[in-house]
C-alpha cells in the first residue's frame, strides 16, 4: 500500500477573503428557554463543537463526524433523550436541539441537504417537518457544500438561545418552501392496566402515547437566473404509540412504580426554531 500526500489547493496563509467567506449567506436560531440544567449544559458544550467548522467546496459537512464521542469525559451531563418510542434519561441529552438548528441554517442557506430524519417522537416546539435528530451512534444529519467557496459555520449558545450562522459568498441562490397539512393520520389508541398498587378511582398515564402521522416539506432552491438548483421533499413520518394508563383497583396504594413518558422533554418550554436567508 502506498500512501501519497496530496498538498492543499490553498496555503495555511489564505484569509478568509480568498476562500470566498466574506459575508453571512444563512442564520438558524433555536430556543430552549427553562429546560433543565443538564440538557442546557449539553446544548453548550455540543455547541462549541461546530463552532469554526469551514467546509471546503464539494465536502461534506457530516454532524456526527464532527460531534464525536458523546460521554461523560467530554464534558456531557445525563437529560432526557427519545428512545424509540419513548423519553429515556441518558448521556448528552439535548443535543438534537443542536442538530436540528444546523439543519435549519443549512436549509435556508440552499445547500444540499444528503442525510436528515426525524424524532421518532412529535416535538412540538421544533418547526413542523423540520425537525433533524443526531445520535453518536446512529442516525446522521449531513449536507454538501454545493457552492464555489468555503463555507464557515460559527455557533453559540447563552443559555437562552442556540444560533448558529453559515458565511460564505452570496451567490444569489433563494430559497422557497411549503409544508404540507399532517396526513396518514392514526389516532392514539389506550391501553388500560388494571393496578392493584393504585387505589380505586386514582389513574396514572405510564406512556403518553401519540396521534400517528406525516408531513412533507418541499424546498425549492433556484439561482439568480431563476435556474432550479434544488427541489427536494423531507418526509416526516411518526407512527402511533399506545397510551398506556394505570387504572388504580387496589385498596391501598402499596407500591409505586416508575411512569414513563411520551411527549415533549419535561421542563423545557422552547420556542420554534427559526431559519431566514440573508438578504
Same mark, same amino acid.
Given at each position: 500500500?502506498?500512501?501519497?500526500?496530496? *498538498? /492543499?489547493?490553498?496555503?495555511? @496563509?489564505? @484569509?478568509?477573503?480568498?476562500?470566498?467567506?466574506?459575508?453571512?449567506? *444563512?442564520?438558524?436560531?433555536?430556543?430552549?428557554?427553562?429546560?433543565?440544567?443538564?440538557?442546557?449544559?449539553?446544548?453548550?458544550? *455540543? @455547541?462549541?463543537?461546530f463552532d469554526g467548522v469551514v467546509i471546503p467546496p464539494g465536502e461534506t459537512f /457530516?454532524?456526527?463526524?464532527?460531534?464525536?464521542?458523546? @460521554?461523560?469525559?467530554?464534558?456531557?451531563?445525563?437529560?432526557?433523550?427519545? *428512545?424509540?418510542?419513548?423519553?429515556?434519561?441518558?448521556?448528552?441529552?439535548?443535543i438534537c436541539q443542536v442538530s436540528t438548528t444546523i439543519f435549519n441554517t443549512a436549509f435556508f442557506a440552499g445547500l444540499k441537504i444528503t442525510e436528515r430524519r426525524n424524532h421518532s417522537i412529535?416535538?412540538?416546539h421544533y418547526p413542523k417537518g423540520r425537525d433533524a435528530t443526531a445520535t453518536s451512534n446512529g442516525p446522521n444529519m449531513r449536507f454538501l457544500n454545493d457552492t464555489k467557496h468555503h463555507?464557515?459555520?460559527?455557533?453559540?449558545s447563552d443559555g437562552i438561545t442556540t444560533t448558529f450562522d453559515i458565511y460564505g459568498t452570496n451567490d444569489g441562490r433563494e430559497v422557497s418552501y411549503s409544508t404540507s397539512d399532517f396526513y396518514d393520520k392514526v389516532p392514539r389508541a389506550v391501553w388500560e392496566i388494571k393496578a392493584s398498587w393504585l387505589k380505586p378511582g386514582v389513574t396514572r398515564t405510564r406512556v403518553a402515547g401519540q396521534e400517528g402521522r406525516s408531513i412533507d416539506v418541499v424546498r425549492t432552491v433556484t439561482a439568480k437566473d431563476g435556474t432550479v438548483i434544488h427541489k427536494d421533499k423531507f418526509t416526516s413520518t411518526w407512527k402511533m404509540i399506545t397510551r398506556e394508563i394505570e387504572v388504580g383497583v387496589g385498596s391501598t396504594t402499596t407500591t409505586t412504580l416508575p411512569a414513563a413518558t411520551t411527549g415533549s422533554e419535561p421542563g423545557a418550554t422552547p420556542g420554534p426554531t427559526t431559519g431566514t436567508t440573508s438578504p
Open positions: 500500500l502506498v500512501v501519497e500526500a496530496v *498538498a /492543499s489547493p490553498y496555503p495555511d @496563509t489564505a @484569509t478568509a477573503e480568498e476562500l470566498g467567506i466574506i459575508e453571512r449567506v *444563512a442564520v438558524g436560531d433555536s430556543y430552549f428557554i427553562g429546560s433543565p440544567s443538564a440538557r442546557d449544559h449539553n446544548i453548550r458544550v *455540543a @455547541t462549541k463543537k /457530516s454532524f456526527n463526524e464532527i460531534l464525536g464521542p458523546v @460521554t461523560v469525559e467530554e464534558g456531557y451531563d445525563e437529560s432526557y433523550i427519545t *428512545a424509540g418510542d419513548l423519553l429515556a434519561i441518558e448521556v448528552g441529552g439535548g412529535y416535538i412540538d463555507i464557515l459555520i460559527r455557533g453559540a
